[in-house]
Nanobody, 121 residues
Framework: QVQLVESGGGLVQAGGSLRLSCAAS????????MGWFRQAPGKERELVAG????????YYADSVKGRFTISRDNAKNTLYLQMNNLTPEDTAVYYC??????????????WGQGTQVTVSS
């Protein structure tokens, strides 16, 4: 059974940092793209950052460019999101996702349960 378990969320003051982790189990995802999505109250879920299987040329939403860094450790089957200089607008539930293919343009195959990130002003 495939599981994606996020951790690292919490409450932080504006300007602070958090590092999210997503541990995948049940199978290896070395050939799949992976990504971080977020959903704020009353808003649609949006892609924040995505990375291909080779960890090359990551995608970032304009709102997080220069502040967030996505990375993956295929040996550990784990995805990370380093978030710096957080603002209240980053407050949301963050979800880890595995794509069906090696591209971040395709459909999602698996979702994590989400981890809450709250940034206070």
């Amino acid at each position: 059974q495939v599981q994606l378990v996020e951790s690292g969320g919490g409450l932080v003051q504006a300007g602070g940092s958090l590092r999210l982790s997503c541990a995948a189990s049940g199978r290896a995802f070395n050939d799949n793209a992976m990504g971080w999505f977020r959903q704020a109250p009353g808003k649609e879920r949006e892609l924040v950052a995505g990375v291909t299987w080779s960890d090359s040329n990551p995608y970032y939403a304009d709102s997080v460019k220069g502040r967030f860094t996505i990375s993956r450790d295929n040996a550990k089957n784990t995805l990370y999101l380093q978030m710096n200089n957080l603002t209240p607008e980053d407050t949301a539930v963050y979800y880890c996702a595995v794509y069906v293919s090696g591209s971040v343009r395709g459909p999602i195959e698996y979702w994590g349960q989400g981890t809450q990130v709250t940034v206070s002003s």
